[in-house]
């Protein structure tokens, strides 16, 4: 059975960091990815990273703040994002299995998701 599970989610005042983690279990993906959801939004792209660890991909709303790794020996994936702003306020999903990357309708495995507060 797979399973993604997200972790690292919290509350964290403008310009900090916090660090998401998705641990994957069942089956390898070649790539995974997160994804976001605010309040009355659709849920969008954010990043994703291969199995080999050479690609990754962001949305331009996260570029030179996020930073997508995957951790193989662990099968988990990482989110790394700094100067955090308040408009970064969603859940964050992890996502794995989709020939699409950027869009969220493919998928065809999602964790729970992990809120991510950013305050003013």
């Known amino acids: 059975q797979v399973e993604l599970v997200e972790s690292g989610g919290g509350l964290v005042q403008a310009g900090g960091s916090l660090r998401l983690s998705c641990a994957a279990s069942?089956?390898?993906?070649?790539?995974m990815s997160w994804f976001r959801q605010a309040p009355g939004k659709e849920r969008e792209f954010v990043a994703a990273?291969?199995?080999?660890?050479?690609?990754?991909y962001y949305a331009d709303s996260v570029k030179g703040r996020f930073t997508a790794s995957r951790d193989n020996a662990k099968n988990t994936m990482y989110l790394q994002m700094n100067s955090l702003k308040p408009e970064d306020t969603a859940v964050y999903y992890c996502?794995?299995?989709?020939?699409?990357?950027?869009?969220?309708?493919?998928?065809?495995?999602w964790g729970q998701g992990t809120q991510v507060t950013v305050s003013s």
């Open positions: 996502a794995a299995d989709s020939p699409v990357i950027s869009g969220a309708a493919g998928y065809k495995y």
């Open positions: 990273a291969s199995w080999s660890r050479v690609r990754t």
């Open positions: 069942g089956r390898t993906f070649s790539t």
